[in-house]
């Protein structure tokens, strides 16, 4: 399994054949900057209560449903292996509830079809969205094992894999590569409640929210104003 445990690793920034405009560059430096100055990535929008309270919501009751599966152009009910035991170290509801939080936040979920030497799935692993690129080959060098072209490249690994390979499941706003990621969409909104919170915390932090008004009926210089005002905000 280390070949496997190999394209889970992240993408590393100093890999020369990685091109700097690529978005996993942007992801290491922190991820598109939003109005208000706070850079915005999909695993740091979980710092914000309500986008981490929605994506356990959504990803935990989605994985809480039955998921069954039947015998093709019938009702029966049939039981599939790699169903009931996808992954040695993942429960089935683990796993649909991590497929779940990278299509909400990434817009898409990748995983390695691990097979047995019959060629059937045994096996499904997860991989990380942000190490996954997406493409299609020209109409040219598709072939009858692989009609869409669509190949991906997984972290450090140059080869190309093909849907045989991974498993994609696109979220909303597919375009028949991947799906967009709504994170990168609320860049905007997320920033500036995450720039809100640290501001909020900041003057809470430094005492400014002290109650009452400073008056005198002396007429003051400039000077002394200016040391009983920063002799107040040092208080």
Same mark, same amino acid.
């Given at each position: ?34 109005? /208000? ?29 039955? &998921? ?21 170290? &993942? ?39 942000? /190490?996954?690129? !997406? ?15 669509? !190949? ?14 991974? &498993? ?23 920033? &500036? ?43």
């Amino acid at each position: 399994m280390t070949f496997l445990r190999g394209l889970i690793e992240s993408r590393n920034v100093q890999n020369p054949a990685q091109p700097l405009t690529s978005a996993a560059l942007l992801d290491w430096l922190g991820g598109p900057k939003s109005a /208000s100055g706070v850079k915005v990535t999909e695993a740091g929008s979980l710092k914000m209560p309500a986008v981490w309270r929605a994506v356990n919501l959504l990803a935990s009751s989605t994985a809480a449903l039955p &998921l069954k599966t039947y015998r093709r152009g019938t009702h029966d009910e049939v039981s599939i292996p790699v169903m009931s035991d996808p992954h040695p170290d &993942l429960t089935g509801y683990e796993i649909a509830e991590l497929r779940m939080t990278h299509l909400l936040l990434w817009g898409n979920s990748y995983a390695f079809k691990v097979r047995n030497g019959r060629g059937q799935v045994a096996e499904v692993w997860p991989l990380d969205p942000s /190490s996954v690129k !997406v493409g299609l080959l020209p109409k040219a060098k598709r072939t009858a094992d692989n009609p869409t072209g669509k !190949v991906f490249q997984v972290g450090d690994d140059l080869r190309q894999f093909t849907p045989h390979d991974i &498993l994609h499941v696109p979220g909303l706003g597919y375009d028949g590569i991947t799906g967009a990621s709504p994170i990168r969409l609320a860049t905007q909104a997320i920033g &500036l409640g995450l720039a809100a919170e640290e501001y909020a915390a900041k003057l809470y932090a430094s005492g400014s929210l002290m109650s009452g008004i400073l008056q005198t009926e002396q007429r003051l210089e400039q000077g002394q104003a200016e040391r009983l005002k920063a002799n107040w905000k040092q208080k």
